[in-house]
C-alpha cells in the first residue's frame, strides 16, 4: 500500500527521501514522486512506474521535503494521479482513504478548484489552499475537521521552507529524529538510521521543524511528545545473497519459530487468561485476520479450542464487521496480523473494543496500530518481512499458537526447537520441487485440498501460489470436492493433496482416487508411503499437530518456484501490498 517519508534538516532532502521510497518499495505500490520546498517554491517529480522513475528528483534542491509511494484505489496509475498533490504553496502526501472526497470535490470545484487527478488525496491540497491565510496550523487544523476516513499526512507549504505538518488518523505515521533533522514515515523500515521515534496517535498532528517537533491534538491543544530510543539498523532488508526475499525469508523461517518460542511472553497469557483453569477466562474465543494469518488463525482456533474445550472460531475480519458476533467481556478476540495495520483487522479489532470484548493481538510489529489499540499484545518474532507474500511471518504465527496452547496446558512447545533441523531437511527436497513447479505451471488449474488441520494448509498453499504464480486455482476441504467443485477435474488439472492426518488417511485416499479417475495429476504432500498420488512430496514423521508447520515449507517452495517458472518476480506480485491499510 502506499507509503510516506518525509525529512527536514541540515541536509539535501530529495536523496533522503528517494532512499526512503526504496526502502518502502517491499509494500506494494505503482507509483512514486517527491516534493521538495526550494527556497519559497515548491518543486516536485511524479510519475507512474517504479521508484527509479523518479530517480532525477535526487537532483532537486531544498532541505525539507516528502515522498511517496502510491498503491492506486482511486484513479488508476497515471502520473498525473501520482503524489505529492500540489495546489498553491501547498503539497501533500496522503496514506488512508477520504471517505467523504466526492462531497468535499463538489464543493471545492464549486468555489472554483480545478482538479487534475482522479483521487480522494488531491482535495487534501485544495482545501489547505482554500483556507490558508498565513497560518499553515490553522489551515490544517480547518483541513482535517473535513476530512472523514484514514489519513496519514505529510505537508508543506511554501511559506515555512523548514517545516512539515504530520496528521494521523487511522493510517500509521512514526517520527524519527536523526542526527541531523528529522523524519516521518509510514512505516519503520523507512526510518533506518534514527536513534529515536515517536508514534503518532489517532487525532494528532506533529509540526516538524529540523531541530525540533511539537505536538498538538486536532484542536491544537499542545501535547507531551515523548520520543523513545530505537535501533532501526537491523531493518535495512538485504538479500544476503539469495535471489528473492521471498526464498530467504522461507530460509529463516527454523530461526524465526525458535526466536518466537523463546519469546513467548508468559507473564502476558498469565494477565490475559487471568485465572486457573484457563479455560474459565472467556466463554469463547475469536480469532480474526485476512489471507495468509487467517489461515495461521484457523490452525490456532484448532489448536486453542482442542487446549482450552471452548468454542474458538477463525473468522475473516472483512467479514467479522459484516455481522452481529457475539461479543462482550467474556469474549476474547485475537486479532492475528504480521503489519498490524491491516484496515480490515484494525476494523474487527475496533469492534470487539467497542463491544466490550478482551482485545489480544499477535503481530509482528510492535510500533503498530493493532499492538497500540489491543489490551494484550504478543509478537511474533520473524523479523522483517520483505517479500509480499508471507512466509516466515506465517511460520512465526504457528509457533505462537503453538507455545500458547503449550502454556495454558502448562507444558513447554520443545518440538519447536527441532523445527529448524527439519526445516533444513524439508528444503533439500527443493529440486524436485522445483522439477514439479515446472510441471504445474502447464496446468489449466492447480486445486489444493486437505481434510481436518490440513485444510488451513491447503488453503495457504493455494493463496501462496495464486499470489506469487497467478496461476488460476483454490483451496479445498477434501470432503467438500464431490459437492460441486469436482466438476473441474479433468486432464488439465492438477491438485495437491496434504494428507497428513493419521485418521483420515483413508478418506484422503478416497479424495485422491476420485480427482485421479478423472484425469487430474496429483501431488500429495504427507508423511505416509500410500497415498495413491502421481508425485510425493514426503514430510518426515513428526508429532500430528505440528503438521502444519511442516506442510506449509515445500507448499511455499512450490509457489516460488512457479513463479520463477512462469518468469515472474515473486517479490513483488502485481496488485498486491504488503500491508493492507484500506477496507
Ligand atoms: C499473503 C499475504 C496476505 C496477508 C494479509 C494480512 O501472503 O501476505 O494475505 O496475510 O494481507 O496481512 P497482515 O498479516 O499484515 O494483517
Not at 523479523?383 to 504465527?397: D, S
Not at 497467478?470 to 488439465?492: F, N, R, T
Not at 500410500?530 to 508447520?549: F, G, M, R, S
Amino acid at each position: 500500500m502506499c507509503g510516506i517519508i518525509a525529512y527536514t534538516g541540515k541536509r539535501q532532502a530529495a536523496g533522503i527521501l528517494y532512499d526512503g521510497l526504496t526502502r518502502l518499495e517491499y509494500r506494494g505500490y505503482d507509483s512514486a514522486g517527491i516534493a521538495v520546498v526550494n527556497g519559497l517554491r515548491l518543486d516536485y517529480v511524479k510519475r507512474a512506474g517504479r521508484v527509479s522513475a523518479v530517480a532525477d528528483a535526487r537532483a532537486l534542491s531544498g532541505t525539507c521535503g516528502v515522498g511517496h509511494t502510491r498503491w492506486a484505489t482511486h484513479g488508476g496509475a497515471e502520473d498525473r494521479n501520482a503524489h505529492p498533490h500540489v495546489c498553491g504553496k501547498f503539497a501533500v502526501v496522503h496514506n488512508g482513504i477520504i471517505e467523504n472526497y466526492a462531497v468535499l470535490k463538489r464543493e471545492l470545484t464549486d468555489m472554483g478548484h480545478s482538479f487534475s487527478s482522479d483521487t480522494d488525496s488531491e482535495t487534501v491540497s485544495h482545501l489547505l489552499s482554500s483556507f490558508y491565510r498565513g497560518d499553515f496550523l490553522s489551515a490544517v487544523r480547518q483541513t482535517v475537521e473535513q476530512l472523514r476516513g484514514s489519513f496519514a499526512l505529510c505537508v508543506l507549504c511554501s511559506d515555512f521552507p523548514e517545516t512539515i505538518v504530520c496528521v494521523r488518523q487511522k493510517s500509521p505515521l512514526i517520527l524519527g529524529r536523526a542526527k541531523d533533522g528529522m523524519l516521518a514515515a509510514s512505516d519503520i523500515p523507512a526510518l533506518g538510521g534514527c536513534r529515536e521515534i515517536c508514534v503518532l496517535s489517532d487525532g494528532q498532528i506533529a509540526c516538524l521543524t529540523p531541530a525540533d517537533c511539537k505536538l498538538f491534538s486536532f484542536s491544537l491543544a499542545p501535547l507531551p511528545c515523548k520520543f523513545t530510543a530505537s535501533d532501526l539498523k537491523s531493518c535495512v532488508a538485504e538479500k544476503k545473497g539469495f535471489a528473492h526475499f521471498m526464498r530467504k525469508e522461507i530460509s529463516q523461517e527454523g530461526a524465526a519459530v525458535v526466536r518466537t518460542a523463546r519469546a513467548f511472553d508468559e507473564a502476558e497469557a498469565r494477565r490475559l487468561f487471568g485465572c486457573v483453569p484457563y479455560a474459565e477466562a472467556f466463554s469463547r474465543i475469536f480469532l480474526v485476520g485476512c489471507g495468509t494469518a487467517y489461515h495461521s488463525a484457523l490452525t490456532g482456533a484448532r489448536l486453542l479450542e482442542e487446549t482450552l474445550r471452548i468454542p474458538v472460531a477463525a473468522e475473516l475480519a472483512s467479514e467479522f464487521c459484516c455481522r452481529k458476533p457475539l461479543l462482550g467481556r467474556h469474549a476474547l478476540v485475537l486479532a492475528v496480523s504480521q503489519s498490524g495495520e491491516t484496515a480490515d483487522t484494525l476494523a474487527a479489532a475496533r469492534l470487539a473494543k467497542q463491544k466490550g470484548a478482551r482485545l489480544a493481538v499477535l503481530t509482528n510489529a510492535g510500533y503498530s496500530s493493532l499492538a497500540r489499540l489491543s489490551d494484550h499484545c504478543f509478537l511474533t518474532e520473524a523479523g522483517v518481512e520483505v517479500g509480499v507474500a508471507a512466509t516466515k511471518t506465517y511460520a512465526a504465527q504457528l509457533a505462537f499458537f503453538y507455545a500458547l496452547c503449550a502454556f495454558l496446558r502448562g507444558e513447554k512447545a520443545a518440538y519447536l526447537r527441532r523445527f529448524p533441523a527439519i526445516h533444513k531437511k524439508l528444503s533439500e527436497g527443493e529440486e524436485q520441487i522445483r522439477l514439479l513447479a515446472a510441471e504445474i505451471v502447464r496446468a489449466r488449474g492447480v486445486y489444493f485440498i486437505g481434510r481436518g488441520a490440513d485444510y488451513a494448509s491447503a488453503l495457504e498453499g493455494s493463496l501462496k501460489l495464486r499470489e506469487v504464480s497467478y496461476l488460476p486455482g483454490a483451496g479445498y476441504a477434501a470432503g467438500e470436492l464431490k459437492h460441486g467443485s469436482i466438476a473441474l477435474m479433468d486432464g488439465d488439472a492438477v491438485v495437491v493433496a496434504v494428507a497428513t492426518g493419521k485418521a483420515l488417511k483413508e478418506k484422503m485416499r478416497t479424495s485422491v482416487c476420485e480427482v485421479r479417475s478423472r484425469g487430474a495429476k496429483v501431488i500429495a504432500v504427507t508423511p505416509f508411503d500410500d497415498i495413491p498420488a502421481d508425485h510425493v512430496l514426503a514430510l518426515p514423521a513428526c508429532p500430528q499437530k505440528y503438521y502444519p508447520l511442516l506442510t506449509q515449507v515445500p507448499l511455499q517452495l512450490l509457489a516460488y518456484h512457479a513463479a520463477l517458472c512462469r518468469g515472474l518476480d515473486p517479490d513483488r506480485p502485481r496488485n498486491l501490498a504488503k500491508s493492507v491499510t484500506v477496507e
